[in-house]
């Protein structure tokens, strides 16, 4: 025999319990008693009907819908498991709607509330639109008027942008996985801006596809912005809610991703305009700016006149210095040329002198010379030559023999 533990037991059926995936996602209608509201805002009650009661406990969630109140009748929805603790079957509930609501409308709104309360709907991880769209991804049916209408809409407005089409089925069991495929693909495609996931209008059950957890999940995980434009304007699916941009209508979505090429051109215009405008201001005010720039160095600008006149005042009285030291030069350079001129050899030879030369050196004295020897003598006009004949011992010893000699003879030479 083998023995358990309590807690064995307890935990064997919680997980039991949690196993069953039919218990796992309940709508138990019935009526509220007991309701008990903790500090920390959970509520504690009990679902009941004529025969049983089934134990509830709703953890505080900040999106909540109406107060409960003990006798309502409500229809909610959670799963079943075990409080271990004290072994109590519990119904952990997630949503409770009044009821007489439809069960698609429970669905839709236990649904909202959740993705809510997750965060899939908050402003701030919205993106904004491109404002040039290049690539525009659309997700929608082939066949209906849903592509067609996006198209005439994005060529009429921006037919700079292109369309890739991600098709699908809007509708029926195949819808949702063929919405998540679909965005996948377009986010997998290179180059696309912003994605459309759109539909005509219906009922409740035609656009239920876009109220599934899988596409609203899809939709939040997209790379690429999404805008969600499902069936009229008056018609609201969790796509909406999730998808960073809800337009009212598929065209109404074509129009929010593109411009319009006419305000475009306007816009351009003016703010060419504009930039024309602020490039000549900034032209006339460096245009002035140089001007008064110039009117400024004209002012500070030395008095090149007056420069000019003792320039050439100083140039005439360095002329007339150099000209006053030339002609002292010129003075002194022909008084050495005349000191000169009277100690040139020719002219005193023009004076009626003769030079003697012996073997090319001149002869000073009577001593160097010998009877018989020839010499040269240089007078003003040429050369010839001599033939000592007598040769003395000086001026006196050739005046006494003059004085001896008669009759007085002339001299050979001079």
Not at 168 to 197: F, H, K, M, W, Y
Not at 210 to 232: C, D, K, L, Q, T
Not at 264 to 274: D, E, H, I, N
Not at 380 to 394: E, P, Q
């Amino acid at each position: 025999m083998q023995i358990y533990a309590v807690s064995q037991i307890t935990t064997y059926l919680r997980e039991l319990l949690e196993s069953d995936l039919r218990l796992g996602d309940l709508w138990v209608g019935g009526e509220i008693s007991n309701l008990v509201r903790s500090a920390a805002g959970h509520l504690y009650f009990t679902l009941k009907d004529e025969s049983s009661q089934l134990r509830c406990v709703f953890f505080r969630r900040p999106v909540m819908g109406e107060p409960l109140e003990n006798g309502q009748q409500v229809v909610a929805h959670g799963r079943i498991s075990l409080y271990e603790t004290r072994g109590d079957l519990q119904f952990y509930v997630d949503f409770v709607q009044p009821e007489g609501v439809g069960a698609l409308q429970m669905e839709f709104e236990r649904l909202k509330a959740q993705l809510q309360e997750e965060g899939l709907f908050e402003e701030a991880r919205k993106r904004p639109l491109p404002r040039f769209p290049g690539r525009i991804g659309v997700a929608t049916s082939p066949t209906g008027a849903v592509f067609h209408d996006i198209c005439q809409v994005v060529s009429r407005r921006w037919p700079l942008a292109e369309v890739v089409l991600a098709p699908t089925a809007v509708q029926g069991s195949e819808a949702a996985p063929g919405l998540i495929d679909a965005l996948a693909a377009l986010n997998g495609e290179p180059g696309i801006d912003v994605i459309i996931v759109g539909r005509g209008g219906g009922s409740v059950e035609e656009l239920w596809a876009f109220n599934e957890e899988a596409v609203a999940r899809a939709i939040y995980a997209s790379g690429v912005p999404v805008v969600s434009g499902v069936g009229h304007e008056t018609d609201y699916t969790i796509a909406d809610f999730v998808a960073d941009v809800r337009a009212p209508t598929p065209s109404a979505a074509a129009e929010l991703v593109v411009p319009d090429r006419m305000e475009v051109l306007v816009r351009l215009g003016v703010l060419a305009a504009t930039m024309a405008g602020e490039v000549k201001g900034l032209l006339d005010e460096g245009r002035a700016g140089v001007q008064a720039t110039v009117v400024r160095l004209e002012r500070s600008a030395p008095d090149l006149a007056s420069r000019r006149l003792r320039v050439d005042e100083l140039t005439r009285m360095g002329t007339s210095a150099v000209e006053s030291c030339l002609r002292s030069l010129l003075q002194g350079v022909q008084g050495f040329s005349l000191q000169l001129r009277s100690l040139d050899p020719q002219a005193t030879l023009g004076r009626g002198y003769a030079l003697v030369q012996r073997d090319g050196q001149v002869v000073t004295s009577v001593r160097q010379v010998t009877v018989g020897e020839r010499l040269g003598v240089r007078v003003s006009d040429g050369d010839f030559a001599v033939r000592v004949d007598t040769a003395g011992r000086g001026r006196r010893g050739r005046a006494r023999r003059r004085e001896r000699r008669q009759p007085q003879q002339a001299p050979l030479f001079r």
